[in-house]
């Protein structure tokens, strides 16, 4: 099955840095969602975006839905050591119901 | 408080045997999702319902199964054909119409064969 292609996989960063991952599709997507799993939970929706271009904030958190509706970015600022955890990327198509993931990325700060 | 409810958080199967996994949701979704979720992975689907009694095989389907006799309620079954079903299982619902939907998640049940 279809797995997105997220980017990087995992990042050790200090304290207080920014942070940036993005996530590609070979499919063109009408929804973008980025999510946060913490250890043994079920991932958490941080931002919903849904339209080319949109560029869309939570927070210090800040997504963007690429202009080719095949990718998108999310970007943490100023990290904190709550921000650890895995931080996945979802697309859904137009007409469909089924959502596909990203691969994740792990990311640890140091505090 | 509107959720999503999953039960149980952790189950211990024998081998051979079949388990049903509990979702439960009041946010008056139409969608829900089976995913399963192994150590360092992402998440893969398993089965997804669009509405009642109607549901679709998502990519690993194979072992496993599924009924929707009522919106509210999604159970996942992990029969003996499941080789490896050691897993964390995440259930998930969405609205199913419109431009604008967005999937959230229950708490997990993670699954162990002993």
């Known amino acids: 099955g279809q797995q997105l292609n997220q980017s990087p996989q995992s990042m050790f960063i200090q304290e207080g840095e920014d942070v940036s991952m993005n996530c590609t599709s070979s499919s063109i997507f009408n929804t973008w969602l980025w999510y946060k799993q913490d250890p043994g939970e079920g991932p958490v929706l941080l931002i919903a975006l849904y339209k080319a271009g949109e560029l869309t904030s939570n927070g210090r958190l800040t997504a963007q839905f690429g202009i080719t509706r095949k990718d998108s970015f999310l970007n943490i600022s100023a990290s904190i050591p709550s921000d650890v955890g895995i931080y996945f990327c979802a697309g859904r198509s137009r007409g469909t119901y089924k959502y596909i993931f990203g691969t994740g990325t792990r990311l640890k700060v140091l505090a | 408080d509107g959720g999503i409810t999953q039960s149980p958080k952790y189950l211990f199967r024998k081998e051979g045997q079949n388990v049903t996994l509990s979702c439960e949701q009041n946010l008056n979704h139409d969608a829900m999702y089976w995913y399963r979720q192994d150590p360092g992975q992402g998440l893969r689907l398993i089965y997804y319902s669009q509405i009642v009694n109607d549901f679709q095989k998502g990519d690993i389907a194979e072992g496993y199964s599924v009924s929707r006799e009522k919106k509210e309620s999604f159970p996942l079954t992990v029969t003996s054909a499941q080789k490896n079903p050691t897993a964390f299982y995440l259930c998930?619902?969405?609205?199913?119409?419109?431009?604008?939907?967005?999937?959230?998640f229950g708490q997990g049940t993670r699954l162990t064969v002993v």
């Open positions: 998930a619902s969405s609205i199913a119409r419109g431009m604008n939907t967005e999937a959230f």
